[in-house]
Each structure stands twice: as C-alpha cells, then as structure tokens.
C-alpha cells in the first residue's frame, strides 16, 4: 500500500504570494490533517479534514486554508505569504476510528 | 488544553546502550492515547510505538518500550540496544480521545545520537 504523498517537496516563494500544497492520503483513509513545524514554534497543528468537512481547526490565521476532494486528496492553501511562514508543513492521513496517523515526508515552503 | 514537555533537547549514547526519553503532558481528558514518533533526517515522521490510557500495560515494540506512569503524567520512551539507525529526533505526542484524535499535540523534540 503506498504511503502518503506531499508534493512539491521544496517549494520557494515571494512575501505576497500564495501556494497551495498537495497530499494524497494512503488508500482508504478517509482523515487528513496539516501540521506545520518550525524550529521556533515545533509542530503545530493546522487543520484535520474528514469527508470533505473541515473537523478541526488549529490555531492559525484565516490566511491558512485547505480543503479535501472526494478522494481524499487535501490541498493545503496559504496567501499573502509572509517570512515567518518560512517551515515544513507535513500531512498525516488516518483511518475512520483509529488514532494513528502515518505522515508524509513533507513539503519545505521557503518564503524569500 | 494539553501540553507535551520533552526535557531533555538532545541526547547521545553509544551503540549497543540502552537510552531512555523523557516526556510529560498535562492534561484534564480521562480518554487519550500517547504516541512517540521519530523523525530521521529525512524528515519522514515515522510511528514508534502507541499507548492507551485506559491500558495499564506499558506498550512494547521489538527494542523499544515505554513507561507510562498515568497519574504522574509521564510517558518515557526506553530504546535498547540502541543502532545508528535511531539516530533522529523523537516526539512525544498527545491526543484526546477518538473525537480529537487526529489532532495531535506534540512536544519540543529530543535529538538523539547514537555513537559507533
């Protein structure tokens, strides 16, 4: 069974612009959440998406935004980039009732 | 809310010893699991071994092992016979029950080195 998939794996962006991140959950899991991690702040939690409906919600600002297709998939989406955005933003997929969630290997956003 | 401490930043022993992580949370929930990750440099978080609370029996996976102490909070993560493949940074995480178990709350990190 194939695992999770980030894409891009390296990302590089200018202060001002969006970009939006890919995940594609392993087969048959139908949970998928966001975690940011910096070396100031550590891992974060962004948001979780179950059946297309966004079921938890971290602390962020409204700049960070993501929503999930019929197939699971995620995409991730933050605009007006700032510097401080600058980290790893991962994505975990899990199964209905489990607890257990397997992560990708991450996507490294740079904002210049 | 809940919170993860992991106390000790980095950490390094030599092949073949036994290490131990140290992990604390905090917590009002009576429902929860605790997981420790592990995280090599290829960035890849990678599950270590998973604890019920309502399980008394501390979980154990090949080399690795914790300690779950519930009333003291504690969650340690025991790795014998260490190997230069478990050099990475290791996550104590938290989550509450299964409503929110897919929001995992994670502690500072320990980086471990193991030494030939």
């Known amino acids: 069974k194939a695992g999770v998939t980030q894409t891009p794996r390296y990302l590089i962006k200018t202060r001002g612009q969006q970009v939006t991140l890919s995940c594609s959950p392993i087969?048959?899991?139908?949970?998928v959440s966001w975690y940011q991690q910096t070396p100031g702040q550590g891992l974060q939690f962004l948001f979780e998406?179950?059946?297309?409906?966004?079921?938890n919600k971290g602390n962020f600002p409204g700049r960070f935004s993501g929503r999930q297709f019929s197939n699971s998939r995620s995409e991730m989406n933050v605009s007006t980039l700032e510097l401080g955005d600058s980290a790893l933003y991962l994505c975990?997929?899990?199964?209905?009732?489990?607890?257990?969630?397997?992560f990708g290997a991450g996507t490294r956003l740079s904002v210049l | 809310a809940q919170t993860v401490t992991q106390s000790q930043p980095e950490m390094s022993v030599q092949e073949a010893e036994t290490v131990t992580l140290s992990c604390t949370y905090d917590t009002s929930e009576s429902n929860y699991y605790l997981f420790w990750y592990k995280q090599p440099p290829s960035r890849q978080m990678i599950l270590v071994i998973r604890?019920?609370?309502?399980?008394?029996q501390n979980a154990t996976e090949n080399r690795f092992s914790v300690n779950f102490q519930k009333a003291a909070k504690s969650f340690s993560l025991k790795i014998s016979d260490s190997q230069l493949g478990d050099t990475a940074m290791y996550f104590c995480a938290f989550c509450a029950g299964i409503q929110g178990a897919q929001k995992l709350v994670f502690g500072q990190g320990t980086r471990l080195t193991i030494n030939p």
């Open positions: 975990a997929s899990s199964a209905r009732q489990e607890s257990i969630q397997y």
């Open positions: 604890q019920e609370a309502y399980k008394q």
């Open positions: 998406y179950f059946s297309e409906t966004q079921r």
């Open positions: 087969s048959g899991h139908r949970s």
